[in-house]
């Protein structure tokens, strides 16, 4: 896979202060992926170290006062004609950047005050048809899939995967697609979001999202306390069966771990395969009934 990434991700000190934004997953992925490295900043004439910069009514400003815009736009262009050269599968972005900011960058007053839309960098290239991700929403890439943070914009997709997360027995017809709309089921995605616990990582392949894993706290079928965040995961039927659903149970198992939660839990049905793979993962039966298990993970030193 080729990836272009901010320069500073991979280690370089090209940061406005000198350093840099060195990231653990960016380093692994160079050593299993072709990785074209920028700096927007430097590309456009830019000294480093160099003043900070924001966006401010749609110029970029230095903190001092001056106007910084010409040279960051200089340097997306420049950033443009190597993606153009070099036709990257993805284009990884440091968060938050004037530059390099995919979702958000700060607000031009210097206050460390976010607001919504892209660094200009970023900006122009998905203008350009090229796919850009922050950093901060990067799971991992796992042979082509990219895992990563679902997007606000798109928690309608829970209700595909709520569905495709629905266990039919060998020789049953599946339900009806509405079923998801059912209180019991609604009760996966309505305000999703809203939530302390409420996480979904999405895995994508060729910009299409083929599997989902969230988790909620919610009164649902693996609910096993109010502190305790309970799972839900599917792909789509052609994704089964080549480990992707195993990566992203582990890797919401780490963020939700990072995010300082002591377990979580699930329910799955007893003839459901998935019980192997929750097993695998950590996951340890700890009630059943007659057609389910309740499994838990324990993400701390804390017994189940």
């Known amino acids: ?171 049953t017809a599946p339900p009806a697609r509405d079923i998801v709309e059912r209180p019991e089921l609604r009760l996966y995605y309505d305000g999703f979001g809203s939530g302390t616990a409420d996480h979904c990582l999405a895995a994508e392949a060729d910009g299409r999202v083929i599997g989902a894993v969230w988790t909620r706290i919610m009164n649902d079928y693996g609910h096993v306390d109010d502190e305790t965040p309970s799972f839900a995961i599917s792909l789509l039927p052609e994704y089964r069966g080549q480990g992707i659903g195993t990566r992203l149970m582990r890797d919401m198992l780490s963020l939700l771990k990072e995010q300082g939660y002591g377990k979580a839990s699930l329910a799955v049905q007893k003839a459901n395969y998935a019980v192997g793979m929750y097993k695998n993962v950590g996951f340890e039966i700890t009630d059943e009934n007659d057609q389910e298990y309740i499994m838990v993970c324990r993400l701390s030193g804390e017994q189940a």
């Open 1 to 171: 896979m080729k990836i272009m990434v901010s320069a500073c991700l991979t280690g370089e000190n090209c940061k406005y202060n000198g350093g840099n934004n060195r990231n653990e997953k960016i380093l692994r992925l160079m050593a299993e992926n072709d990785v074209i490295t920028v700096c927007p900043e430097q590309m456009g004439g830019l000294p480093t170290p160099r003043v900070p910069s924001e966006i401010r009514d749609g110029v970029v400003t230095a903190r001092d006062g001056r106007i910084a815009d010409n040279e960051f736009r200089a340097g997306a262009a420049k950033c443009l004609e190597t993606a153009i050269r070099e036709k990257p599968d993805l284009i990884i972005l440091q968060s938050r950047s004037p530059s390099c900011g995919v979702k958000q960058r700060y607000d031009g007053t210097f206050t460390g005050t976010l607001t919504a839309g892209a660094g200009v960098t970023a900006q122009l290239l998905m203008e350009n048809g090229f796919r850009c991700l922050d950093v901060q929403d990067l799971a991992e890439i796992y042979e082509g899939i990219v895992i990563r943070e679902l997007q606000p914009e798109e928690t309608d997709l829970l209700k595909v995967f709520l569905y495709e997360a629905i266990f039919i027995p060998e020789g």
